[in-house]
């Protein structure tokens, strides 16, 4: 079986600025999920022991082919911390990044459900995934998720626990809580100089 992870960013960045954490590596996340009891044991009775313990290569039935981070841009780029951050994901492996902007007053997020809900029913619609993984909270996403469901695709949506929207929480097949407080949920990306990222709570990003 193959997954496709789906990882809306801004969503991360605000748990991770909320929590004072460095910004998230989402192939890290992505693979903690993907390789987890979980998601592994899809189709098998699950043990007693911890559904996110992570599972032997010899044992893996869904492979991690794919993630997708997607984020929304100022029209007018004027960090150019956030704009490394975003190239240091870009360079995961087996990732891309998509755009949508940031637009209007109060600014607002404008494109990237649209962005990922045009890649998750594609990807369904052509098989390019049997378990699809979505990194998000908002209720927005149900019809989305519903959709991929009677494509014959499974989903496991991935959120925090309070800003997971209970409209969400039970259309998915599977859920994955992500714990702020454990480094798997919210492992740090780091550049080549070992510097990480953070956010601020006025928006702004810096390296440390």
């Not at 150019?80 to 949508?100: N, S």
């Not at 929480?169 to 100089?193: F, K, N, T």
Request: hydrophobic share 40%; aromatic share 8%.
């Amino acid at each position: 079986m193959n997954a496709h992870c789906f990882v809306d960013g801004g969503y991360l960045r605000a748990i991770s600025k909320k929590e004072e954490k460095p910004l998230v590596d989402p192939r890290t996340l992505a693979n903690n999920i993907a390789y987890s009891k979980l998601v592994q044991f899809w189709r098998t009775p699950r043990s007693k022991e911890t559904s996110k313990e992570f599972v032997g290569a010899m044992r893996v039935k869904v492979g991690l082919s794919r993630v997708i981070y997607y984020d929304a841009k100022p029209e007018e780029d004027r960090d150019p911390a956030i704009t490394e951050y975003w190239k240091a994901v870009e360079l995961l492996p087996d990732t891309e990044t998509k755009f949508g902007r940031i637009r209007g007053r109060p600014l607002r997020q404008k494109g990237v459900d649209a962005l990922i809900a045009v890649d998750m029913l594609t990807g369904a619609f052509n098989s390019l995934f049997e378990v699809g993984i979505l990194v998000a909270g908002d209720a927005d996403f149900v019809p989305i998720v519903e959709r991929v469901q009677s494509m014959g695709a499974m989903v496991l949506v991935a959120a925090e626990e309070r800003s997971l929207a209970d409209e969400l929480r039970r259309a998915a097949d599977r859920v994955w809580i992500i714990d702020p407080q454990m480094q798997s949920d919210l492992p740090s990306l780091a550049g080549e100089d070992e510097r990480r990222w953070r956010e601020d709570s006025e928006g702004n990003v810096t390296r440390d």
